[in-house]
């Protein structure tokens, strides 16, 4: 099993510029949650999915924020435009409803986004 | 005020000693509590997860949850240097969201 797979691990951009960062969930796993993470406010949860659906987004900062999930094996988080605020390690992380490893989360490497 | 409060350190040891962690909540709506490890540039991984109030034990690691003063604790026994790593707190209620601490670094120096 090759875990949460994140890309791009590296991104910089310039400030107004669109930025896509993607994950692909362990399969079989029912759940996909996106999380950011900075010194001042730690591991924040964005938005999770569940079957591909977005179940809760409360945690998106503002509409320059989207997610998708098309498929299963897929998911998306966009900025646009993008903001030198936004500068931040964003995690994926998946997880599947199962009582005996439900609370458990497997997290991808990241990808560490610098807007200049 | 945040839901999970942890002190980020640094906290630095000396190889062998006993590591306390500590993390406070406000929410007693939580009942799954869990620690993470992270070293550097890399996501977070599962280290330890309780269900309610009570102590859990797993090799070196103990976790400790008090529901009634709203405190965790994480004991690391004969520290190593390779346990040198940021710990994050987690909770959650029923549901799937799942609230981190800051995290704490550790350092443990050989």
């Known amino acids: 099993d090759a875990g949460v797979i994140q890309s791009p691990r590296h991104e910089v951009t310039e400030m107004g510029q669109e930025v896509t960062l993607r994950c692909k969930p362990i399969?079989?796993?029912?759940?996909l949650f996106w999380y950011r993470q900075t010194m001042m406010r730690g591991l924040e949860l964005l938005i999770y999915f569940n079957n591909n659906v977005p179940i809760d987004d409360s945690g998106m900062p503002e509409d320059r924020f989207s997610a998708k999930m098309p498929n299963a094996s897929f998911s998306t988080l966009k900025i646009q435009p993008s903001e030198p605020r936004d500068s931040a390690v964003y995690f994926c992380a998946s997880s599947s409803w199962d009582r005996a490893r439900s609370e458990k989360l497997f997290f991808g490497s990241g990808t560490q986004l610098s807007v200049l | 005020q945040k839901e999970v409060e942890q002190d980020p350190g640094p906290l630095s040891v000396p190889e062998g000693a006993i590591v306390s962690l500590n993390c406070t909540y406000s929410?007693?709506?939580?009942?799954?509590f869990m620690w993470y490890r992270q070293y550097s540039r890399k996501g977070p991984e599962l280290l330890m997860y309780t269900y309610s109030s009570g102590n859990k034990e797993d090799g070196r690691f103990t976790a400790q949850v008090d529901k009634s003063s709203k405190y965790i604790s994480l004991f690391i026994r004969d520290s190593q240097p390779s346990d040198s790593a940021t710990y994050l707190c987690a909770m959650k209620t029923g549901g799937f969201k799942t609230i981190f601490g800051a995290g704490t670094r550790l350092f443990v120096k050989a």
């Open positions: 399969s079989g796993h029912d759940y």
């Open positions: 929410n007693s709506a939580f009942q799954y």
